[in-house]
């Protein structure tokens, strides 16, 4: 089974900065990467598919990239509305593994 | 839009069985790969199953291998997990979620029902 290791597993920051969060396979999993955003109480929501694809009416301001087994989610300026945790999920092969999750708090 | 409704959730003692449904609306249900999801109080997701759009390739974690059974109706647009030999641990809220690739079956997650919540006590 793949594994996928997250990190950091938590993160304070301020609105504005720019925030990193990693994900690294056990193996190659070509592009087969996608990040969520899940706020408290609510559903996941997907953000980034194929590694660097944005979903649908998510805001440019969230990039994704990487390739075999190191990925990158990038936020470029923090917004209120971005605190949240965020997890990553490998597809490359069942199961589907997710990350542990970096939960992004207001410093 | 995508609308992904779950029921069935409960309380329900150790050992005993339970089936959640999804009634999913505002896509072609039979094109789509679809999942289940769980979250433990507190705790991370964790991928449970996936079938593909028409129902003849079924994934499993290997922490549910054996006990559930993820199945789909497309002529009532509805997805299913049917949960025994419950265990404490697999209490949880479980989310319905549909794949991402037209005629997929294992692929990113695009859209979530609210979640079931499951709790197995005694």
């Known amino acids: 089974d793949i594994q996928v290791t997250q990190s950091p597993s938590s993160l304070s920051a301020s609105v504005g900065d720019i925030v990193s969060i990693t994900c690294r396979a056990s193996?190659?999993?070509?592009?087969?990467l996608a990040w969520y955003q899940q706020k408290p109480g609510k559903a996941p929501k997907l953000l980034v598919h194929?590694?660097?694809r944005l979903a649908s009416g998510v805001p440019s301001r969230f990039s994704g990239s990487g390739s075999g087994a190191d990925f990158t989610l990038t936020i470029s300026s923090l917004r209120p509305e971005d605190f949240a945790t965020y997890y990553c999920?490998?597809?490359?092969?069942?199961?589907?593994?997710f990350g542990q999750g970096t939960k992004v708090e207001i410093k | 839009q995508v609308q992904l409704v779950e029921s069935g959730g409960g309380v329900v003692q150790p050992g005993r069985s339970l089936r959640l449904s999804c009634v999913a609306s505002?896509?072609?249900?039979?094109?789509?790969?679809m999942n289940w999801v769980r979250q433990a109080p507190g705790k991370g997701l964790e991928w449970v199953a996936t079938?593909?759009?028409?129902?003849?390739?079924?994934y499993y974690a290997d922490s549910v291998k054996g006990r559930f059974t993820i199945s789909r109706d497309n002529s009532k647009n509805t997805l299913y997990l049917q949960m025994s030999s419950l265990r404490a641990e697999d209490t949880a809220v479980y989310y319905c979620?549909?794949?991402?690739?037209?005629?997929?079956?294992?692929?990113?997650?695009?859209?979530w029902g609210q979640g079931s919540l499951v709790t197995v006590s005694s």
């Open positions: 979620a549909k794949g991402g690739v037209w005629f997929g079956d294992f692929s990113h997650l695009d859209s």
């Open positions: 505002g896509f072609t249900f039979n094109s789509y790969g």
């Open positions: 079938i593909s759009y028409e129902g003849s390739n079924e």
């Open positions: 193996q190659g999993i070509a592009d087969s």
């Open positions: 194929d590694t660097s």
């Open positions: 999920q490998q597809y490359y092969s069942p199961p589907g593994s």
